[in-house]
């Protein structure tokens, strides 16, 4: 498959992508496959991972479209139990990129959509990571690390209005990123752990919103910065980072 610029150290690998059917997680999909990454799509439209995998085996790369709703147990265990089934240790990569947004003011927030928002953005990744690291830890047999990269948010430290599902959602999701990273080092778990918090994309979520294309990040740069973080030389455990790409805080 041809690159542009070639990240070593993430040939071969297998990596998992939350909301791979669209915007953000399609891209990364395709940003890592382009460096010989297997890349699963998960994400609970079916067919639209169906098209990142058409998109990503049309230029060569190797790929595979999985059912996920990160809010379910049972397909959280279920594709990471199949996974590391299949693909042993060489499964060592998680991207949490799925997402929603449910906008809703003090007076009108709908509470079923503001747990739905907190479900998708943080319970859910929370326990995927639970499940994919455990279940790393058991099929490990070399002295190498996994990868946890997690899609947040500058949402997380911007306060906006009409987004307090949103924003609360990916401030916890933050803090926890934090805590586990605080875990990695403590327990020296053969896991690294890191995130971004990229400004307005221009992605399907971001359309109810109305701002401007010319205002919003290109999904393809933050999974380009993806792509790099996670090529950074493993065997650091220390290096758990959140990078912020844009900080440019578009009020709505």
């Known amino acids: 498959m041809d690159e542009e610029v070639h990240v070593a150290g993430l040939d071969g690998r297998v990596a998992l992508v939350t909301g791979g059917a669209s915007g953000l997680g399609r891209a990364t999909c395709v940003a890592l496959a ?20 058409e998109a990503v085996t049309s230029a060569g790369g190797s790929a595979e479209a999985v059912r996920l709703d990160v809010t379910v147990a049972d397909d959280r265990t279920g594709v990471v ?7 042993g240790a060489r499964f060592d990569i998680l991207v949490n990129v799925a997402g929603i947004d449910r906008p809703g003011y003090l007076t009108d927030v709908d509470e079923s959509a503001y747990s739905q928002v907190f479900a ?6 929370v326990f995927l990571m639970q499940a994919f690291l455990n279940g790393y830890l058991g099929v490990r047999t070399e002295d190498t690390e996994a990868e946890i990269f997690n899609v947040i948010s500058i949402s997380a430290v911007t306060v906006g209005s009409g987004a307090v ?3 609360s959602s990916k401030a916890a999701f933050a803090k926890a990123t934090e805590i586990f990273q605080t875990e990695v080092r403590e327990f020296s778990h053969p896991c690294r752990i890191q ?3 990229p400004a307005a994309m221009d ?19 933050v999974a380009a910065e993806i792509v790099h973080a996670l090529g950074r030389p493993r ?12 900080v440019e805080y578009f009020p709505r």
Not at 34 to 53: F, L, Y
Not at 81 to 87: D, P
Not at 203 to 221: G, H, L, V
């Open 195 to 197: 995130g971004i918090m």
């Open 81 to 87: 139990g199949s996974l590391f089934e299949r693909h």
């Open 165 to 167: 599902a949103y924003n």
């Open 203 to 221: 992605t399907p979520m971001m359309e109810q919103w109305k701002i401007p294309a010319e205002r919003m990040m290109d999904p393809s740069e």
């Open 34 to 53: 382009a460096q010989g990454v297997h890349v699963v799509a998960g994400d609970i439209d079916e067919a639209g991972a169906q098209v990142t995998v």
């Open 235 to 246: 065997g650091v455990l220390g290096q758990n980072l959140i990078f912020t790409p844009r």
């Open 120 to 125: 998708v953005n943080c319970h859910g990744p």
